[in-house]
């Protein structure tokens, strides 16, 4: 046995022996074989590929500053604001949001377009924040033993260019399915999170029915990863009703969500240059 995989087996060893961790959303014991300090080097080292894989970054910087902005917004209230977290929209058709470990969300430009208001892109936000808090891929992978051990080694070793491995993270990654329990999970949590940021609960319903339509007119992709949303809706409703039914008015910010990215797709498909976006909200 060479001494790289000699260091991967005991690695993979110490890993296994301490299988689990606290989870911050909920507060309960999940399996789990990986640290959080590996789940950020995973992000580090599959994040560029698996943006290349979602049609890559697009390309407009206005654009992506604005969604920064408001995902920052998010991650400050979150359980884990000392993650680096990173906020970018991939050039896509497709209805879809993704979360990959160690602070990296994606939204592509075809949701982008279905939503109306920076409160709705807050509830999206929130809840890819809320599965990255959670550590929900890490955890669906540390169930999956053979991935794990595959995976385990890998970064112990750090070989790079290990294709295998690469190709099956990131295969988990895109076509991940979380179980109700954590949908519901981070569909909470980012409730939390997006009226602590100053966002109407309210908007993240909006969402869901707004998906829900499109669901009825054809597939929407958002639903091969995400569970369908009539009872979502049903306990979003409730706990907005129980806990926040007395607050009072929170951000919607359907004008600047117009501004700073309806028209940008729109005035893209023209070919024709969108203003910058200033984060105090005023344009420029």
């Not at 943006?51 to 998010?74: A, T």
């Not at 999206?124 to 955890?139: C, K, P, Q, Y």
């Not at 190709?167 to 009226?195: C, H, N, P, W």
């Amino acid at each position: 046995m060479t001494k790289g995989a000699a260091a991967s087996a005991l690695a993979l060893m110490l890993a296994l022996a301490s299988g689990c961790a606290v989870n911050p959303v909920t507060g309960q014991q999940d399996l789990m074989f990986f640290s959080p300090d590996e789940d950020v080097k995973l992000g580090q080292k599959y994040a560029p590929e698996i943006e290349k894989q979602l049609g890559g970054r697009f390309p407009d910087e206005n654009l992506q500053s604005y969604l920064d902005h408001v995902g920052q917004r998010i991650a400050r209230v979150c359980h884990r604001p000392d993650i680096a977290y990173h906020f970018a929209a991939v050039d896509v058709d497709m209805e879809n949001a993704f979360a990959v470990p160690g602070g990296y969300v994606y939204i592509t430009s075809g949701l982008l377009e279905k939503l109306g208001s920076e409160a709705q892109l807050a509830a999206i936000l929130a809840h890819e924040v809320g599965h990255v808090v959670a550590r929900d891929t890490m955890a669906a992978i540390s169930r999956q033993i053979g991935m794990t051990a595959a995976l385990a080694a890998a970064l112990v070793s750090g070989a790079p260019g290990d294709v295998a491995n690469a190709t099956s993270f990131i295969t988990s990654v895109l076509s991940l399915q979380y179980s109700r329990d954590d949908e519901k999970d981070a569909d909470l949590a980012g409730l939390a999170y997006m009226i602590q940021a100053g966002y109407d609960p309210n908007a993240m319903v909006e969402t869901m029915r707004a998906l829900q339509s499109l669901q009825e007119v054809r597939p929407v992709e958002f639903f091969s990863t995400h569970p369908n949303p009539e009872n979502r809706i049903i306990y979003l409703q409730e706990r907005i009703e129980r806990r926040y039914s007395t607050l009072g008015l929170l951000k919607e910010g359907r004008e600047e969500y117009a501004q700073n990215v309806l028209a940008v797709l729109k005035e893209r498909k023209k070919g024709v240059r969108t203003k910058t976006f200033d984060v105090s909200g005023e344009g420029g």
